[in-house]
């Protein structure tokens, strides 16, 4: 991913409105193009890493059973209060979990449950078509949840040293993560360079010695984080 900062715009341009002819001579140039049809459902899209997809309670696959310790941080920081969570006390004075409902019709997908997730037991999947008759479909409960995961893992193939980015908030020091949250992540998810606006000009500059000036152009790249084996 390349990020591009926008040079600001004089007086002149301001005033005569430039970015609408920009635009017209754009849709000039593409009218001229070869249209590209996508063969949906034959052929289908490539998920980007970090694609918010359907909601799933990853299985693990030494228990069979969902990681969720109970520790309710996803039913705290979700933005829409759309998780909910029952949990009682085992025998070992451990977290069971009891119930375990998302109501995706009112999640926003912003992904801070899969982010604060100590265990990564909640992730949002590459799965994005799952359209139902009706509202109940997307109330989701733990087996739900869990099926959601086995589809997912169907449409997957081999999950093997499957990351789930999301998994790992971006630009974390390893030392700041949980330690199932410590995978191996690739630059494209996890470097420095995903620093946008001021704070990616501020850790430029640091590493550099140099204050990049605000319209000149910088490239970064998105890094791929968090673990859901
Ligand atoms: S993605 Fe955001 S809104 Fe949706 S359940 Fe998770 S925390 Fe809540
Ligand atoms: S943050 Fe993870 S472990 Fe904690 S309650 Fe939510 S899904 Fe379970």
Same mark, same amino acid.
């Given at each position: +991913?390349?990020?591009?900062?926008?040079?600001?715009?004089?007086?002149?341009?301001? &005033? &005569?409105?430039?970015?609408?002819?920009?635009?017209?001579?754009?849709?000039?140039?593409? +009218?001229?193009?070869? *249209?590209?049809?996508? $063969?949906?459902?034959?052929?289908? *899209?490539?998920?980007? %890493? !970090?694609?918010?997809?359907?909601?799933?309670?990853?299985?693990?696959?030494?228990?069979?059973?969902?990681?969720?310790? /109970?520790?309710?941080?996803?039913?705290?920081?979700?933005?829409?209060?759309?998780?909910?969570?029952?949990?009682?006390?085992?025998?070992?004075? @451990?977290?069971?979990?009891?119930?375990?409902?998302?109501? =995706? &019709?009112?999640?926003?997908?912003?992904?801070?449950?899969?982010?604060?997730?100590?265990?990564?037991?909640?992730?949002?999947?590459?799965?994005? %078509?799952?359209?139902?008759?009706?509202?109940?479909?997307?109330?989701?409960?733990? $087996? /739900?949840?869990?099926?959601?995961?086995?589809?997912?893992?169907?449409?997957?193939?081999? +999950? $093997?040293?499957?990351?789930? *980015?999301?998994?790992?908030?971006?630009?974390? *020091?390893?030392? =700041?993560? /949980?330690?199932?949250?410590?995978?191996?992540?690739?630059?494209?998810? @996890?470097?420095?360079?995903?620093?946008?606006?001021?704070?990616?000009?501020?850790?430029? %500059?640091?590493?550099?010695?140099?204050?990049?000036?605000?319209?000149?152009?910088?490239? !970064?790249?998105?890094?791929? !984080?968090?673990?859901?084996?």
């Amino acid at each position: +991913m390349q990020i591009q900062y926008k040079a600001p715009r004089n007086w002149l341009q301001t &005033l &005569l409105q430039t970015e609408i002819a920009q635009g017209m001579a754009l849709t000039l140039r593409r +009218m001229f193009n070869r *249209p590209i049809t996508r $063969q949906y459902p034959e052929e289908k *899209p490539v998920v980007a %890493a !970090g694609f918010r997809g359907r909601h799933a309670l990853v299985r693990d696959a030494a228990t069979g059973e969902s990681r969720c310790v /109970a520790c309710m941080r996803c039913a705290r920081v979700c933005p829409s209060h759309c998780i909910r969570i029952r949990w009682s006390r085992a025998a070992d004075n @451990s977290r069971v979990v009891d119930a375990y409902n998302i109501d =995706a &019709l009112r999640c926003i997908f912003c992904g801070y449950c899969a982010e604060v997730c100590p265990v990564n037991a909640i992730v949002l999947t590459e799965v994005y %078509a799952y359209a139902a008759n009706g509202r109940s479909a997307f109330k989701f409960d733990k $087996q /739900a949840l869990l099926d959601n995961w086995d589809d997912f893992a169907a449409q997957k193939g081999d +999950m $093997q040293g499957y990351v789930n *980015p999301l998994c790992r908030p971006r630009n974390m *020091p390893e030392g =700041a993560l /949980a330690h199932a949250k410590r995978v191996a992540v690739d630059a494209e998810w @996890s470097g420095a360079e995903q620093w946008v606006g001021k704070n990616h000009r501020a850790a430029l %500059a640091h590493t550099q010695g140099v204050e990049p000036t605000p319209g000149a152009p910088c490239h !970064g790249q998105t890094n791929q !984080g968090g673990a859901a084996k």
